[in-house]
């Protein structure tokens, strides 16, 4: 299984995040676990450097300069090599070891993505969300109950067919799932617990993210 966690400016929560994801998979034999550094000016490059040189799982894939979410979940899937591919942000925001139910449950599926349960997020992150959720479901005739749940589950196979990913920012998510759905793939939807952020500083509220992510709608569309 290839593990992949999108990381920018999270020094604080990087360790703890490849901790969590790595003791969580611990039965699982063959294993790699890549952090996208999606051109951090903190220390995360350093730490996860530091944490590569110990256990040979770990392998860090560094962006120059910062090009956005969905770029960095892109770079993260072209980096996987095993048979199904699993990416989680790596602020702290879920509990890692409800990985064990997605695969778990995987068996039928070739793709498990979460959805939350409660939220746990700032009032304005969590309206903006809505918003652009519905919008992407309106446009697209998409309807998954959280597209942009950070922690998925699917076959290498899926990434393959559905390659390559274009969106930069938020809306990639989407890009992936409705990729997923016009190639017939079997989606399941699972609830995941959501937990408030204790350290860092979320980006996804700003006025240039949410600019891009509703950009990309059109984008998107245009391409398809």
């Not at 360790?15 to 676990?33: N, Q």
């Not at 990434?159 to 990729?179: C, D, F, H, R, T």
Request: proline share 3%; with cysteine; charged share 25%.
């Amino acid at each position: 299984m290839s593990i992949f966690l999108p990381a920018y400016n999270e020094a604080d929560n990087i360790k703890k995040s490849i901790g969590a994801l790595l003791g969580s998979v611990s039965g699982i034999g063959d294993v790699e676990l890549i952090v996208v550094d999606d051109g951090s000016s903190d220390q995360t490059p350093e730490i996860v450097r530091q944490l590569a040189s110990a256990d040979k799982r770990i392998r860090l894939v560094r962006h120059r300069k910062n090009i956005g979410y969905g770029g960095a979940i892109a770079t993260g899937l072209r980096a996987s090599k095993k048979d199904w591919i699993f990416f989680a942000d790596s602020d702290g925001q879920f509990n890692y070891r409800q990985i064990t139910k997605f695969i778990n449950s995987s068996k039928d599926y070739d793709m498990v993505i979460g959805y939350r349960l409660k939220r746990a997020d700032p009032t304005l992150r969590i309206i903006n969300s809505k918003i652009f959720n519905l919008a992407v479901k309106i446009i697209y005739r998409f309807w998954v109950k959280d597209v942009n749940c950070a922690f998925k589950l699917m076959r290498y196979e899926v990434y393959q067919n559905i390659k390559p990913i274009g969106s930069k920012g938020a809306l990639v998510s989407a890009e992936i799932l409705i990729k997923a759905k016009r190639k017939k793939y079997r989606i399941l939807e699972l609830p995941v617990k959501h937990l408030p952020r204790k350290k860092g500083v979320q980006t996804g509220a700003n006025f240039g993210v949410i600019f891009r992510s509703f950009k990309e709608i059109i984008g998107l569309r245009n391409n398809l």
